[in-house]
């Protein structure tokens, strides 16, 4: 069978639908999916930003908790040293109780009148090493040196001229050694004008003498 279309031009022209160019659809469809990719990008973004904000929050807690650790440490470790420190200074004079008797003893039989004493500070002085190549043919040579220490004296005084009593006092002392002036200024105590002095030296743990005992000593005279 024929069919012919009778209608006029106009209205053939009326009836055709709409149609779309091709590559338009394809830029739509590009760039829908350009807005799918930056909006799947975009969340997965703010999640790991998320994450990292949740990271940095946990690690700053750590560090608060670790600085106080740290804290508590270095005080526990400053609290050990100068525990140390303190048993350490306790064995010295348990260790040298009966010299420290004496030398105390010694020093407070030196103080004249008018003058009294603020401080007695004791520092280990540097040891004397003998030159290379000196040869000491000496008796003495052989015994052991007594140990000395750098000591500082700091008291006060109503008259200069106890404080040179006390200095000769102290040159006769068979503990107190090279003792030198330091420093002597004018002070006031309770109204009082007084003078303040250091002195410094050299302190002398002079050795007991050896206590011989009955077998010896009649060993000695056989």
Not at 30 to 46: A, E, H, M, T, W
Not at 90 to 95: G, M, P, S
Not at 167 to 189: A, G, P, V
């Amino acid at each position: 069978m024929i069919e012919i279309n009778l209608l006029p031009k106009e209205l053939k022209r009326k009836g055709r639908g709409i149609t779309f160019d091709k590559s338009l659809i394809y830029g739509g469809t590009v760039v829908g999916i350009l807005v799918i990719l930056f909006v799947v990008v975009s969340i997965f973004q703010s999640l790991k930003l998320r994450a990292l904000d949740d990271k940095i929050a946990e690690a700053k807690r750590r560090t608060e908790e670790l600085s106080k650790t740290i804290e508590l440490v270095d005080a526990l470790t400053d609290l050990k040293d100068k525990l140390l420190q303190r048993m350490s200074a306790i064995e010295t004079l348990d260790k040298n109780r009966s010299t420290w008797v004496r030398i105390l003893e010694d020093l407070s039989g030196r103080v004249p009148e008018y003058l009294w004493l603020s401080m007695l500070k004791e520092e280990e002085a540097a040891s004397d090493e003998p030159q290379a190549g000196a040869a000491d043919t000496s008796v003495q040579a052989a015994e052991p040196a007594s140990p000395k220490r750098k000591v500082n004296i700091e008291g006060y005084t109503y008259s200069i001229n106890s404080l040179a009593s006390f200095l000769i006092q102290l040159m006769r002392s068979d503990y107190f050694k090279n003792m030198e002036l330091e420093f002597i200024k004018r002070s006031e105590m309770e109204k009082l004008k007084t003078f303040s002095f250091g002195l410094s030296g050299e302190l002398v743990y002079t050795p007991q003498p050896k206590i011989e005992s009955p077998n010896d000593m009649e060993i000695a005279q056989k």
